[in-house]
């Protein structure tokens, strides 16, 4: 390609509203246009590299025994009526009328569809594994779209559905699709981790998510450096303390704390640790009748450490929250407590409630928490002697640095990612609420047991972005580089040297395999390497008069300080090994 053929539209600025490095790159490289709130024209550069995203994807969804077809993106409201999550998915999910005032939705997945098309035609188990996939278009009405592409409206999704005949199945396609991804993104060059995920409602344990490690991502991946473990701070075990509790050293004790309603004000004030603290937060449970009307409400205290905070999915398998729980309001809290948030605690309640200790918390002694009076705490608390035996112990925390790690193998790091991809086991889920059926061998209809797996292609370029990038621009891997090489010739409009060199080169290098730019339009030089730069393209060859006289060319690689003056003869050489190392 030549540049003169090719558009090439870069900005010096990045609009106002681009927030993120990579949206502001993206706009400046000319690789996106905004249409509306989280719409984007994508331009013939950023093209490239969504295609070379989805050649890699394609290929190994392929190698892994996937079979690829396309569903569409306005789908019938039938199927979705027929799971329940036409009406309980929300306004996320863009709902449509035809002419014919019939039900549409334009969709964020296609779940439905898929398995209305195996309930039609996977008939018998002989016809099973299978798995289909397509790369296809989505839509989710985001309240805020934010951040250019990563958190879009419409956007490209490759989604995987496989289809098993039982779980034991359905766990080895889970394996294939678990190993095709890694593969998939160590092909994309970028640095990641797939760490454990939780699988929700569902429920199993068959759930991965895909991070691209970036300082600006906005998931906290949990590891340890020492042993392979890996999860997201939803999913990461908080281990309980090695050590058994205490005895009581100190007199329970109502203390003045004027002012003072949050853990880390009152050791402030009291000169105590952090740790020595115990917050209270107060949830409640309602019972509904078979009209939708609370007929009981339950109030429950989780305690946790000052130090610590509430993980909102642990706390969602607690036994007696798992149908969902909400923050207590103020006539609750007034009622069982008699005061104010910010003062609560579990001594002297005015009535009982269920009490639910986070482990670190019931091994603790001697320790601070609200007074149930405004300005006051109690210090000197212990379990036994001045409150009972909270009603559950259960991990209720997010884990933070430094903890030990769940396989007994070092302590835990945590470090920022961006999820780009997650394979699920799904079960039965969708096949059960669709009666989607085969025969088995005794010629009896049994639910296929489903996996599902994503991978965000448009999101890949933010990602990689995110991770790959300087003052200067993006920094592509070479794989999805919207052009693995460019050749900047000085002066090739006023130099047939330069020119035919120049020529000589392109020629050699599309003649090797690599998707090189010829870069033609007679820009200045510090324009021309400017844009390139901004662009991201992996490897440089700059032609001059001057060099040619010497025999050499300028070979420079976008993380690179210094050009490497190389002989003309050995430049394409040069450029094709680097690409492939």
Known sequence: MKASQFFIATLKEAPADAEVVSHQLMMRAGMIKRLGAGIYNYMPMGLRVIRKVESIIRDEMVRAGAVELLMPV??????????????????????VKDRHDRDFIIQPTSEEVVTDIARQELRSYKQLPKNFFHIQTKFRDERRPRFGIMRGREFTMKDAYSFDRDATAAGKSYE???????RIFDRFGLTYRAVAADTGAIGGDLSHEFQVIAKTGEDAIIYCPTSDYAANIELAEAVAPATPRGAATQALTKTPTPGKSTCADVAALLSLDLKQTVKSLVLATDELNEAGEVVKSTVWLLLLRGDHDMNEVKVGKVEGLKNGFRFANLAEIDEHFGSKPGYLGPVGLKKPVKVIADRSVAVMADWVCGANEPDFHYTGVNWGR???EPDLVADIRNVVEGDPSPDGQGVLAIERGIEVGHVFYLGTKYSKAMNATFLDETGKPALFEMGCYGIGVTRILGAAIEQNHDERGIIWPAAIAPFQAVICPIGMDRSAEVKAAAEALYAELQAAGVDVLLDDRGERPGAMFADWELIGVPQRVVI???????????VQGRREAAATPTPVAEAAALVKARLSA
Do not use: C, H, N
């Open 176 to 182: 294939v699709m678990f190993a095709a991804y890694k």
């Open 386 to 388: 001045d409150l009972p």
């Open 74 to 95: 306005v789908q019938p409201a039938e199927l979705w009526q027929e799971t329940g999550r036409f009406d309980k998915m929300g306004p996320e999910l863009m709902r």
């Open 544 to 554: 001059s008069d001057r060099g040619l006289k010497a025999g050499t060319v300028e």
